[in-house]
């Protein structure tokens, strides 16, 4: 019998990734853990474990040179007790290693490879490691202070839920003491290596080297830096540090780690709460995934470059009638595969706008199923699906109850005149359509698109109280807010490099300031790319901050 999963609170701890330069490159140290550690056994890590008592002690703290808790605190986002992790990662380093970030009376690092110290620390570097003694002992016995100013704070790794031990790890960098020599203890680890993080990776590859998965994306992470100095120097600089919460998903070719950033990353957690790996994190046509006890995606088999991994159709109710969210293009296959999840209990078909991949299908749904089509009208354009003729004309506020739901309708035009959002209120999500998507912008596509009018559109949604988006395309969508100031921040970035160009150019046409507006992608995506320019260049000229004379393009 399977036994539940336990919600193991992570215990704190501490890994300290030493680096130096070396003919050849920056290399790191990495030691190598017992075949029988209980965790990660014969795995290359950085030297790091568990926060101790000891580490927090105020005598410990005193000992410590150019860092006090209220800064290690602030740095790491916790209320107290953040210099502990500083303390925790050099002592586990001495203990695993034999290297000690400590000064000497003169400011630097403390020479252990002098003759008459090689014995004496590799005594109190075993009790230590046995508990006979504290490295506060140590630096009050040998007038030492610990290098916490020395160290850099550089991630936060959380262990997935369903494992046997968890922890909250805090990484930090760190120059190595360059007159202090490395062993290993021969008990919790039994070789180390000084290596270049891709040389590493390589081995990892070549199953020459073990390594577990935050070492792997922390070695990724350093690669790029060719120098201890450039690695310090970010390390330092002000950014946000997201947790990295590794989260297990399955796909097609198993189960897989994913972690923040990753487009299934929010979705898993919502669906598989305690790590058991059974959400997946792929989007597979015609498989009906269950987001919640109303809610379930069907995605279309459509993909491609403007529709990701195909445009999403969402079925709402909890066992008696159904409504569809976006019924999607006109493919038999997808047609079939939302009668054979709802067959005729669909009572109702919503529409969040009229593009062709959105919905061709309502008209063919309706003639099978007698369900009533709600939206709006589609614009005169060739792009618009003009088959789209709404029973029921939705307008923005009203509030709809169908399924079992309540459903309040955001009228939020942009990317489509005829663009509406739908607020299930019960789960405050949000069927976004395309006026925000996964993975990419949208495409402002004048007459219909106007860039002035999705700006607007995206700061009315910032007002309202959203904890998911449902878009047309991906995986749900969490942290709501991030999302569109995001997208805002995108928007306003890519106009000031319109602005840009013709301050550089004087005067140009829309192609010539295509590749200069969006040298950050492949030229393929171009051709799309020019229509969103050309919304942005329109919106400039209504600002009064360009001008257009026989399309020639210049600052007004």
Known sequence: MNQPLVPLVPRPAATLILARDAGTGMEVFMIRRTQSAAFVGGAHVFPGGGVDASDASAELAAHCEGLDDAEASRVLGVERGGLAYWAAAMRECFEEAGLLLAHDANGDYADLNEAERVAVFAKWRESVRAGRATLADLCREHQLRLAAGRMAYYSHWITQPGRPRRYDTRFFVAEAPSAQTPSHDNSETVDHVWIQPAEALARHRSGEMQLVFPTIKTLESIARFDTTAALMEYARSPRKMPVMAPRTASGRDGKKLLVPGDYAYAEVGR??????GTAACEIIPGT???????????TAPNPGFMTGPGTNSYLLGAGGDIAVIDPGPDIDAHIEALLAAAGTRIRWILVTHTHKDHSPAAALLKARTGATLMGMPPPPFENQDQSFHPDRVLRHGERIELAGCVLRVIHAPGHASNQLCFLLEQEKLLFTGDHVMQGSTVVINPPDGDMRVYLESLRQLQSEDIAWFA?????????TQEVLERLVIHRLARENKVLNALRQAGTATLDALVPVVYDDVQPRVFPVASRSLLAHLIKLKADGRVAEKQAQWSMA
């Open 471 to 479: 878009p047309g395309h991906g995986f749900l969508m969490d942290k």
């Open 288 to 298: 009906v995934v269950q987001l919640s006890s109303r809610v379930r995606r069907i």
């Open 271 to 276: 669906l598989d709460p305690e790590g058991g």
